[in-house]
């Protein structure tokens, strides 16, 4: 079992197996399974038309599991994962998985600052990248890792492995292999980072089996669905809500996008007659445009999820006229929780809501600031636990006295509130936390690299408003001489290896902070400050 971890008390343990919530069965299994129903059947297509039958994707999972075996890797080794949109992804998650290792997933976003602090806390002993990808050469990310933490024995390239082991290469004969014990983490996804640098999220196999599945069941997944994926495979939403697992669990077909720009998703979804696909608000609001001027036949597409950030009810409206598919808003999060429109809501739930808990065993509460609940229809913070939802983040005993109720419900950090129906309306945030279009920012995080910089006396993050992304990052700046720029600003702080998403959109600079009563920067204010300047601009959100 892997340390450092906090699993679930064994009596609920207990209850979730007896009560079939969780069926003891590893990970991989759904793939197997699958390939033993239908062997000959599509299971996944890359953008350039590539295919795999069921049969030949679980065994190329087997013998590459085989060769990670061979080179040391397995019981227990966490191994970082950073591939895009790649057939090559799908291979190395599962190899891994029966191999005994443990994914770390992280997005191809990352950069220096993520990957370290992500490969030290996880005590990972290999590192799986491309070899360069959207114009940026992984290799020599890869270099600076290791140097950072000496624990990567292996560099797994996918491509021109330079002086690494190229994935292409991890291959031998299948050997039979011990299966993983399904109450032990099956792998580690990186939160939002809403206090400081991402914290790892263990999910065990039986409690992601569990999403995947109750997630395919309620979303109406089978056989016949095909899926796009336009998000990062290693996104949870992208990858187990129901995603890629929750199609190949299906025995459907699992169709990979290298971008979710309507140029590349469009067109496989008429080359490939696409069912079904998950998007962030920002990209469906510019599908919502661009139908206007793509041509590509979208008539197959039956479901668009929206998730990520909280979709307006205006563009909610739009989907179902402009694309002609099923609208599903989905609000969750990689540590747990999920809640889904159902696809026979009725319209003003769909467009005015993001969805109710997806499990009968989903606990939910609202509360407000000394966590007494409020009463029903009143804003508050979420808290929950279920089957699902992890009780505490890796390797994180500080954070997680914070984030956890001593009774085991997880702070989520939204404010939410909640209809008779059952169906949460997402009115907030409760956490320091910038939400850029499904992109979580830590406010706390990229202020600390912001200090760094010589001409920067102090720092506050904050979002504002803005009609596509839902959020923005503006960096306000106390100067200690000549301030930086918002270019200058940019380029400190890519060089540090802080990953292009988090670069602030804009930066102000103010002589001094507002604060609160008890001395505190008073980010509230700081957000009305901008949002007001944005107004009188006549740019923004409202």
């Not at 940026?136 to 290791?146: I, Q, T």
């Not at 809403?194 to 599945?213: C, E, F, M, Q, S």
Request: overall charge negative; aromatic content about 6%.
């Amino acid at each position: 079992m892997l340390d450092g971890w906090v699993p679930w008390p064994k009596p609920l343990a207990a209850k979730y197996r007896e009560e079939g919530y969780w069926e003891g069965r590893p990970l991989d299994r759904l793939l197997r399974e699958s390939a033993e129903r239908g062997p000959s059947r599509t299971a996944l297509v890359d953008a350039d038309g590539n295919r795999w039958t069921y049969a030949e994707l679980d065994l190329r999972a087997d013998r590459m599991a085989a060769g990670l075996r061979r080179l040391g890797i397995g019981d227990g080794d966490r191994v970082v994962v950073q591939l895009p949109n790649t057939g090559a992804f799908v291979v190395l998650f599962f190899a891994l998985l029966r191999a005994g290792a443990i994914p770390v997933l992280t997005l191809p976003a990352h950069r220096e600052s993520e990957i370290v602090h992500v490969a030290e806390v996880s005590g990972a002993t290999a590192y799986a990248i491309p070899d360069l990808h959207d114009g940026f050469d992984h290799r020599a990310l890869a270099r600076a890792a290791r140097k950072a933490v000496p624990g990567i024995e292996h560099v797994l390239v996918a491509g021109d492995a330079a002086e690494f082991t190229a994935l292409a290469d991890v291959d031998a004969d299948p050997v039979p292999l011990p299966e993983a014990d399904p109450g032990d983490v099956a792998v580690l996804l990186l939160s939002g980072g809403t206090t400081g640098k991402p914290k790892l999220i263990p999910r065990t196999h039986d409690d992601y089996a569990y999403n995947v599945r109750a997630s395919a069941e309620v979303c109406g997944f089978d056989g016949d669905t095909v899926y796009l994926v336009v998000l990062p495979t290693a996104h949870n939403f992208a990858l187990a809500c129901p995603g890629l697992l929750g199609t190949l669990m299906a025995g459907g077909t699992v169709v990979l996008s290298p971008t979710p720009s309507p140029e590349d998703a469009f067109a496989l979804v008429e080359r490939e007659k696409v069912t079904a696909t998950a998007v962030v608000p920002p990209i469906a609001l510019l599908w919502l445009d661009a139908v206007e001027w793509e041509e590509a036949d979208l008539s197959s597409l039956s479901l668009l999820q929206v998730g990520g950030s909280k979709l307006g009810a205006e563009p909610a409206a739009r989907v179902e006229p402009a694309l002609g598919c099923t609208l599903q808003q989905v609000f969750g999060m990689a540590e747990g929780l999920l809640n889904y429109t159902r696809l026979d809501d009725p319209p003003e739930l769909v467009i005015g809501t993001q969805g109710r808990p997806m499990s009968p065993a989903d606990e939910v509460r609202v509360v407000d600031e000394d966590d007494r609940d409020v009463p029903p229809g009143e804003s508050g913070e979420l808290l929950t636990r279920g089957p699902y939802t992890l009780r505490g983040y890796y390797r994180a005993a500080e954070h997680n006295a914070r984030a956890f109720t001593t009774d085991g419900y997880y702070r989520t950090g939204d404010l939410v509130r909640i209809l008779p129906s059952g169906h949460l309306v997402v009115e907030g945030r409760a956490k320091d936390q910038i939400n850029r279009g499904g992109d979580k920012i830590s406010a706390e995080e990229l202020e600390n690299h912001i200090l760094a910089h010589p001409a920067v006396h102090d720092a506050a993050v904050v979002g504002m408003p803005d009609e596509t992304m839902g959020e923005r990052t503006c960096a306000y700046l106390v100067p200690r001489g000549q301030a930086p720029g918002q270019r200058e600003l940019a380029a400190f702080l890519t060089e540090r290896g802080v990953a292009a998403y988090k670069l602030p959109d804009r930066v102000e600079v103010i002589e001094t902070f507002p604060r609160t009563s008890v001395g505190k920067i008073d980010k509230k204010a700081l957000g009305r400050l901008i949002a007001e300047r944005l107004r009188a601009e006549g740019i923004g959100g409202d």
